[in-house]
């Protein structure tokens, strides 16, 4: 019954059916950090078009789990002893070359402004670090550091079982939406993050802490954990934020213990879209995107000449980003499209390992070359074909027009506002809607009102803007 209706209704539906706000452990509402995951996981199973199933782990990944988890409690470990001022929680989808060195992407003039006063806490999900001296930065450990710590007290049992108060209501919850939520294992590891964190906090004299993503249960924790100590949180927007995102959608009072302090957003159209309930209005500050203006004016030599290079070759040339939950899809249109426009060239640009890649192999006008990235390639390109990323804004910005596959009524649940743009953006359904855009939606000028539309999502001057943020808040 609730497989097909948008993952932003059911959540604000389930808030207003139950008494969320009554669900307590230790006079937290626990509800803050929870419905993030209750919502993610209605948002799997919606893109998906099926049901939620508890996850199962192949061997030879749970092992790798395991060594990287011991290797994140002795890795950097005379990094983790000492004093900082500030502290990056952030993760390896972040990581750019910037300038010959690994740095991170949304948070570059924060790293170089507090440089030598701030450590980095980086999650490589699932992959070991690269060599120290590719880092822009020296001073930074595993965010598995933290895992290891509580999985040891788990191990060991050295924590008690917190009880919950109306626990009731998540059982409730999880009938009526069939959806299933180890809430118990979420609580434990929130409580036991925090635990960590307060102590981490204190024993380095950690004074402001910077986020890139408040929401996954770590950095929820750290969120808690600095307010316990009062010690501000600012919170780095990553991706795109829309009254879609769950994260940043909130119409009741649930109290702000696990929500920053302060949000730094790309532009004004993303600060308009974020909840009051979450955050006061004067606390989200717009900053712009360093990156973003960073490739607007270096080119990547060898994405240049990659494309000019594939130019002799094909007609059109087409970058495509994905999502891990639509992949499947489309990565069959691609295939399907591929075979009806041989003189089109498919880029596909994974985000991370993505296994769907092999089915590509057969075909030689679909590329994948790790040498390039959507940042140094989207300029060069004629189009950029998505569904729902965040890609499909910043396309924008570079002034290449966007082909956006419908799958799931992700794009226009997504991206309706950009509907009416018929000049830069194209909604379609299937392959062949998608050969007849590459052919007949020609490159053109953008006019003025699709000019100040992507200065509303993007402003500029990122480097000026988070320097006098630290500045105000007497943070620098």
């Known amino acids: ?34 419905r993030i995951r209750y919502y993610f996981q209605l948002k799997l199973r919606y893109e998906s078009n099926m049901a939620t199933k508890r996850r199962k782990y192949i061997l030879n990944k749970q ?39 690994i740095s991170d992407k949304i948070a570059y003039n924060i790293i170089n402004s507090l440089h030598g006063r ?67 294992k979420h609580i434990k590891n929130f409580f ?43 919170e780095l927007q990553h991706g795109l934020i829309s009254k879609e995102n769950g994260a940043y959608n909130l119409k009741i009072d649930i109290g702000k213990d696990t929500f920053p302090d302060y949000i730094l957003v790309y532009g004004k159209k993303f600060e308009k879209m974020i909840s009051n309930k ?31 290079e594939m130019k002799k070759k094909y007609k059109k040339i087409v970058c495509i980003t994905s999502q891990i939950t639509i992949r499947d899809k489309l990565s069959k249109i691609i295939i399907s499209a591929s075979k009806k426009a041989k003189d089109v060239l498919f880029i596909y640009l994974p985000r991370e390992y993505d296994q769907f890649i092999e089915r590509f192999s057969n075909y030689e006008n679909i590329k994948i070359d790790n040498n390039l990235s959507f940042y140094n390639l989207v300029k060069f390109v004629d189009y950029h074909l998505s569904v729902y990323s965040t890609c499909i ?68 001057g990122n480097k000026e803007k988070t320097v006098s943020f630290l500045k105000k808040y007497k943070i620098l």
Request: with cysteine; hydrophobic share 40%; aromatic share 18%.
């Open 278 to 308: 979450l955050i006061k209005k004067e606390n989200v500050i717009v900053t712009g995107n360093y990156f973003l203006e960073y490739n607007k004016t270096n080119e990547n030599k060898y994405a240049k000449e990659y494309i000019n």
């Open 63 to 101: 092992i790798k789990k395991l060594l990287l988890l011991i290797y994140s409690g002795i890795y950097k470990n005379n990094i983790r002893s000492r004093s900082f001022q500030y502290i990056l929680f952030t993760d390896i989808l972040e990581d750019r070359e910037i300038d010959g060195y």
């Open 393 to 460: 804004l910043e396309s924008l910005y570079f002034k290449i027009p966007n082909i956006l596959i419908n799958i799931n009524n992700l794009s226009s649940n997504y991206f309706y506002y950009l509907q009416k743009y018929k000049n830069i953006v194209r909604f379609v359904e299937t392959d062949d809607e998608v050969i007849d855009s590459i052919y007949n939606f020609n490159k053109c000028i953008f006019k003025n009102n699709e000019i100040e539309l992507i200065s509303s999502f993007y402003d500029t």
């Open 118 to 184: 701030l450590v980095v806490c980086k999650n490589y999900r699932n992959q070991f670090p690269c060599r120290a001296n590719r880092y822009y930065y020296k001073n930074y450990f595993q965010a598995g550091y933290f895992e290891y710590k509580i999985a040891l007290k788990k191990r060991l049992k050295h924590y008690k079982e917190e009880s919950i108060i109306n626990i009731s209501i998540l059982d409730k919850i999880n009938k009526e939406y069939s959806i299933f939520i180890d809430y118990r």
């Open 1 to 34: 019954m609730y497989f097909m209706e948008k993952p932003i209704q059911i959540l604000l539906d389930i808030e207003n059916k139950y008494n969320v706000e009554s669900i307590q452990v230790n006079g937290l509402n626990v509800w803050q950090f929870l």
């Open 192 to 234: 036991l993050y925090t635990e960590e964190l307060i102590n981490y906090y204190i024993k380095t004299g950690i004074k402001c802490i910077f986020i890139n993503c408040y929401y996954t249960v770590l950095h929820m924790s750290a969120i808690f954990a600095a307010k316990q100590l009062k010690i501000p949180v600012v």
